[in-house]
């Protein structure tokens, strides 16, 4: 099979193209470096040639209102370069409870993205993610002030950005879902509990403030970023996680 990955060589999408590849597949990394613009549609066409599948990880450069315009624009771009192509199947990672939250601006976008796809002329598949666990220590920076961190009590179900890639990999070497695949990790805690556990593990004498105002996912409120009862459950825990790294 051979599959295009916008974002290929991005955090995600750089473990994908190899497992695809050690798994036998072709496996084409799709980014700026490769000479793909999904802005321009600069290099989409020959990124996409022959390909059966198109596995989009590309990432807005902002989390503002901006990102509105990258979501629109590189998904209408791709769904017409894909449907050039003959591709048979695309795959877009999303946000677990992403369309809860109308009142962030980067997850109305990635909402917009989802409904453009599901309209697209391709057989589809969304798999949403809850947050990763590499993305604990920056949610942190964004709130930290000297020897506090301050964070909010909204819980989360975070996953390893392993578990997920194989998650993208199985979806999209498989059926077209018309639908969408939940994937969270096994644990769910408040994000004040979450940034207590992580600076404990990296002995971190900072303190962690509870503040329910403090930072985007103050935004947030009860379970909407916590996996429903039809998720599928990742295997790593995020404490063992913490251990390895």
Do not use: C
């Amino acid at each position: 099979m051979k599959l295009t990955v916008i974002g290929g060589t991005g955090r995600i999408g750089s473990q994908v193209v190899r497992k695809l590849t050690e798994a036998g597949h072709q496996a084409v990394p799709a980014a700026p470096s490769t000479g793909v613009d999904l802005i321009t549609g600069e290099g989409l066409d020959r990124a996409l040639a022959g390909a059966d599948v198109v596995i989009d990880l590309a990432n807005s450069p902002t989390f503002d209102e901006a990102s509105i315009d990258f979501f629109r624009t590189s998904m209408n771009n791709l769904l017409r370069a894909g449907e050039r192509a003959g591709v048979r199947h695309q795959v877009v990672l999303s946000i677990v409870g992403v369309d809860q939250v109308p009142q962030l601006d980067y997850y109305r976008a990635k909402t917009m993205q989802e409904e453009l796809l599901r309209q697209g002329p391709t057989p589809y598949s969304i798999v949403r993610a809850t947050q990763f666990f590499e993305f604990v220590d920056a949610v942190m920076d964004w709130t930290a002030d000297g020897d506090t961190v301050h964070l909010p009590t909204t819980r989360l179900q975070p996953i390893a950005a392993a578990d997920i890639v194989d998650a993208v990999i199985e979806v999209a070497t498989g059926e077209p879902l018309l639908g969408i695949r939940n994937v969270a990790g096994p644990d769910v805690f408040s994000l004040d509990e979450l940034g207590r556990v992580t600076l404990a593990a990296h002995h971190d004498a900072r303190t962690v403030v509870t503040d329910d105002e403090a930072g985007m996912f103050a935004a947030v409120t009860g379970d909407v970023l916590t996996a429903g009862p039809d998720a599928h459950l990742a295997p790593t825990h995020y404490r063992d996680w913490l251990q390895k790294v």
